[in-house]
């Protein structure tokens, strides 16, 4: 016969509770350590022209949650314009993606991958103590493909400007289609008084670029060097 007191108490219940214990305590450093790098910038700074101007809050997601602290925001004049920088932002690479820590960008990006953006927004919610939705998730992984394209072009343009690029090819024609489609946004049914009826849609800019066409089997043809565009920005992008 057991002498164990019937107690309404889990290991999963236990483990839950040191868990947010220990996601609190972990902001609290994260803010602490935060708080140091901010005074020691300023201690380390070389830069007469950047003036503290007084201190300003943020918030980012990371796993602990959303981590709110305050850092100092300088003012800096710049061929006579005024400008506001914060040296701790551009020292950690902060709001880059939006507010969101890289190893969260990074959790979103590999859960994408094979999930849909509410199953993704769900297992993050469920495996950290940062809460997200599928639109969250969706604005991530917008936000990351832009910086990555654009960190891409880049070096392409550096690698080209050094001569490591060359190119000599030469066509007399460049061919270029596009079109688009209206599409239905989600939020349709949102402010309909202010509207008046009108829907709300979007257009789907989609251009193809190409050399023309070869034959691939009998009456079947194929694109050559086929680049693909899609974008909801103006049209001249696709120009």
Known sequence: MSNI??????????????WKKKMEEGMNELVAQLKSIDNQLLKDKNNSELVVKDFQKTTIKCKFGNVEFYRRRYKVLKNNIKKYVYLLDIYLGLGKIGQYSQSIVEMVVDEATEKSFRKTAHSISQNTNASIG??????????????YIEKIEKEKLELYEKGYLEGNKSIDIVYNESDGIYISMQ?????????????????????IVHEGFE????NDFKIVNKQMIATTKDAMVLR
């Open 215 to 218: 034959k691939r089997y009998s």
């Open 187 to 207: 939020d349709r049914n949102k402010n309909k008084e202010k509207r008046k009826g009108k829907k709300l849609k979007s257009e789907i800019k989609i251009g």
């Open 134 to 147: 599928h639109t969250a998730v969706r604005n991530i992984l917008i936000g990351f493909s832009e910086k």
């Open 5 to 18: 007191p019937n107690l309404e108490i889990k290991f999963n219940d236990l483990e839950e509770k040191m």
